[in-house]
């Protein structure tokens, strides 16, 4: 028995796996170290802090930030993690720290530099990417080959110094540390970490460059088979075999190949002609075909004792069933239809001496009439004459009519200059894609945050009879100053416990306690962190003021303290303020969803929609919809949609989908290119014809 390559049954996401794994075991040592170097400074800052203030706060910040270290270590990890998952799902582009605003695809000239800190985050890049500039580019080829032929630029690989670095930083996001501290922290992860990169680099090479090698011969063998459309192979057989029941008479001379393409070029012409009179005017598929057969008799006085070639004659007609699909299929906006409408002559003249225009995927005039069959992002939907897009595939049609001869060069050059007027557009739009998801992100955390907030504050006055005014102070003001602390700073931290803490603290001190006295000074104590909680909220001088007086009347009043009360001005309090009321935790409302069946298919469906995917809504008695999905809430799992400019339309839950699926109010908009999904169709059709006879 024949023992199999083990490497053989490698795929790309194994290796992708593998690397990541390596990867994050390298990067633990490099940490560890990193945190090490970090202990010896707190040490020397703990010896001079007895000297010097500035040294003790120093001191202070570092030990601050070692005791942290699990929590960065788990931050740091994780966003290497989404840097790869960012990297399996296709996304190449990405912002691995949201609040630096550094993308992996800007130039340096292109980053800000006002910004102290990210100069010096750059300069670690540039440093790092110069002394690993040898693995960076081996491992930027494997990326390139997992990421499928995808050329990918060094800051778009998930281990660059360009992820490291910004891991670095995201980790420290919550940490409260002065510019000359975090000075220290990047001086330090730079001789650490980014030094020792290089070495990883290498090991990681030394480790993947067998599995590598071996997926790249196995990709390569694939990969002629994946640019050939197997639906045109599949029509040319059926072709072959309605030729075998029609016993189609072989005996005739052929018409020259010369002479077809001559014809197409006065049918071009004529049509170019009768447009200058009538813009509207198209010639249909079985107008070509008439007028086709009396140019050639025109041309050749023996005609009838020749007919077109067998070949030719299949790709004729393969042309023009490949038009009529385009004149049927809906998801073409109309004004595209109109543009794709007049290249059926063109295609004819390029498929009957160019065949790899059906068999290969990649033939610049076929990804050229897909790319001019739907409107790129960042180009409104609402097209028109004016319309940038519209008025660009024009302009290139018009290039395309004048041809007499066929140059694949003039298509190729055709195909670029359309990436590139779609790339500009593009830009614009991943700008605000960029926002759109920061503003989402944004949102997201705020009401993950006033939900832990709310159950914080139900958790602690649970059960618990209070003051009327208690109550609704925590309730009404103090809840907004939780929601603010616990946004800027770890629900862990000093900042945050403090104000946890005022919670239990104000809700013994409202209570009369015969076998515990609160003291005045308990009590101010406690006012003073009320009203440093107050001015987090942005309240002005004299309602902090009034507030802060208010708190200390009533507890003072609370705890008898008459004869301190009276430092406290004379502060009318309300009647109501004193009435004792039981809270109780709010009663969850149960939502009743409709039963679904585990396996509905409308469920699976939108579960299945990811990152790029495009929806078409049918709204009643409105205009169709487009909407690509932006993002999806990793929180949540909610879907932002937008449309082709980028603007945010809404958000949706999987069910909300679903429940648009099923009632056919939505549709999933079709991925496939033109070409692609056009001979598939066709090959169907064919087929059933074929089984018909």
């Known amino acids: 028995m024949k023992k199999t390559n083990p490497t053989k049954k490698k795929t790309k996401e194994d290796l992708l796996l593998q690397i990541n794994l390596l990867f994050t075991k390298q990067m633990e040592g490099a940490l560890t170290a990193f945190f090490d170097s970090l202990k010896g400074i707190s040490f020397v800052f703990e010896q001079n802090e007895k000297n010097d203030y500035k040294q003790s706060l120093n001191y202070e910040s570092i030990k601050g930030f070692v005791s942290n270290q699990e929590r960065i270590r788990s931050l740091f990890f994780s966003s290497l993690d989404s840097a790869f998952k960012y990297f399996k799902q296709k996304e190449y582009n990405f912002f691995i720290n949201e609040n630096l605003s550094i993308s992996n695809y800007q130039k340096i000239d292109e980053i800000p530099q006002d910004n102290h800190e990210v100069e010096i985050i750059m300069m670690l890049i540039d440093k790092a990417e110069k002394n690993s500039e040898k693995c960076m580019h081996i491992l930027t080829n494997i990326f390139s080959e997992i990421a499928s032929d995808k050329v990918l630029n060094t800051n778009q690989v998930p281990l660059s110094p360009f992820v490291v670095i910004n891991s670095l930083v995201s980790s420290m996001e919550n940490l409260d540390l002065s510019t000359g501290i975090r000075m220290i922290v990047y001086n330090s992860f730079d001789v650490t970490v980014m030094d020792k990169l290089n070495a990883i680099y290498l090991e990681i090479v030394k480790h993947v460059s067998k599995t590598a090698e071996a997926l790249s011969v196995i990709a390569h063998e694939h990969k002629s088979q994946q640019l050939k459309d197997k639906n045109y192979t599949a029509i040319t057989r059926i072709f072959s075999k309605f030729h075998l029941l029609k016993k189609t008479n072989p005996t005739k001379k052929n018409v020259a190949l010369k002479t077809i393409l001559h014809v197409i070029n006065i049918l071009q012409a004529n049509v170019i002609n009768k447009q200058k009179k009538d813009a509207n005017y198209l ?68 498929a009957l001496q160019d065949k790899e225009v059906f068999i290969n995927k990649t033939h610049s005039f076929r990804v050229l009439i897909n790319k001019m069959s739907f409107v790129p992002e960042g180009f409104s939907d609402e097209l028109n004459d004016n319309h940038k897009f519209i008025l660009k595939l024009n302009e290139i049609l018009s290039v395309i009519l004048i041809q007499k001869s066929y ?38 955390k705020i009401a993950q945050v006033k939900d832990r907030v709310a159950e914080i504050l139900e958790n602690k006055m649970h059960d618990v009879y209070m003051p009327v005014y208690i109550r609704d102070l925590l309730i009404n003001t103090w809840k907004n100053v939780l929601v603010l602390e616990f946004l800027r700073h770890p629900e862990s931290s000093k900042a945050c416990q403090s104000k946890v803490e005022f919670v239990e603290l104000v809700l013994k001190y409202s209570q009369v306690n015969k076998n515990e006295t609160i003291t005045f000074e308990e009590i101010e104590k406690l006012v003073k962190v009320f009203s440093d909680g107050l001015s987090l909220v942005a309240f002005n001088a004299k309602d902090l003021s009034d507030k802060n007086i208010e708190l200390m009347a009533f507890l003072a009043k609370t705890q008898g303290h008459k004869d301190k009360a009276a430092k406290v001005k004379k502060f009318k309090l309300n009647k109501n303020y004193h009435n004792l009321v039981l809270y109780l935790k709010p009663e969850k409302k149960e939502i009743h969803k409709e039963k679904t069946s585990i396996h509905d298919y409308f469920l699976k469906k939108a579960a299945a929609l990811k990152v790029g995917d495009w929806l078409e809504f049918l709204p009643k008695d409105a205009k169709k919809i487009r909407a690509k999905i932006s993002w999806i809430s990793p929180i949540t799992g909610r879907y932002l ?28 908009l079709q991925t496939k290119p033109l070409f692609d999904r056009a001979l598939l169709e066709i090959a169907k059709e064919m087929q059933k014809t074929l089984k018909g006879h």
């Open 641 to 668: 949609l937008v449309n082709s400019d980028g603007i945010r339309l809404s958000d949706k839950s999987p069910e909300e989908i679903a429940e648009a699926f099923r009632d056919k109010k939505c549709n999933q």
């Open 283 to 350: 010639i249909s598929s079985n107008e070509i075909k008439t007028l086709l057969i009396q140019g050639i008799q025109k041309l050749e006085n023996k005609a009838p004792q020749k007919s077109i070639a067998q070949l030719d004659s299949d790709t004729i007609s393969l042309v023009a069933m490949l038009f009529k699909y385009i004149k049927k299929d809906n998801s073409i906006a109309y004004p595209l239809k109109s543009i794709l409408l007049n290249l059926e002559l063109p295609l004819m003249k390029v």
């Open 407 to 444: 140059n694949i060069q003039l298509y190729d050059n055709l195909l670029s200059e359309l990436d590139q007027f779609i790339l500009k557009m593009k830009k614009r739009f991943n700008l605000i894609q960029k926002r759109l998801k920061e503003k989402a992100v944004g949102l997201e």
